[in-house]
C-alpha cells in the first residue's frame, strides 16, 4: 500500500477540523454561563476557556499520527 502525500495545510486542517468537531455540544446540552461581574471572575472565566480549549486541542492532537518523512529536517543558521 502506498503511503498518501499531505501538506502542511492540508494537515493543520485536518486537526482543526477534527478540534472544531470534538468542542461542538448540542446547544440544549450547554447553557450559557453567568457573565462574571468582578474583573476576578472575568481573569478566572477566561483561564477555564483556556483551559477546556488546550485540552480540547491536546486531545484532537494525540489522535494524529504523522510520519516522520512528512516534515523535512531544517536548521536555521546565524
Known sequence: MKPTRMTRR???GAVLSTAAAAAQTPA???APA?????PDG???A????????S???????????????????FHFTA
Open 46 to 53: 477566561a483561564r477555564e476557556r483556556n483551559q477546556r480549549t
Open 10 to 12: 492540508q494537515l493543520a
Open 34 to 38: 453567568p457573565a462574571p461581574s468582578t
Open 28 to 30: 440544549a446540552a450547554q
Open 55 to 73: 485540552e480540547t486541542l491536546a486531545a484532537a492532537w494525540a489522535k494524529v499520527k504523522v510520519p516522520m518523512e512528512t516534515e523535512p529536517a
Open 42 to 44: 472575568e481573569l478566572q
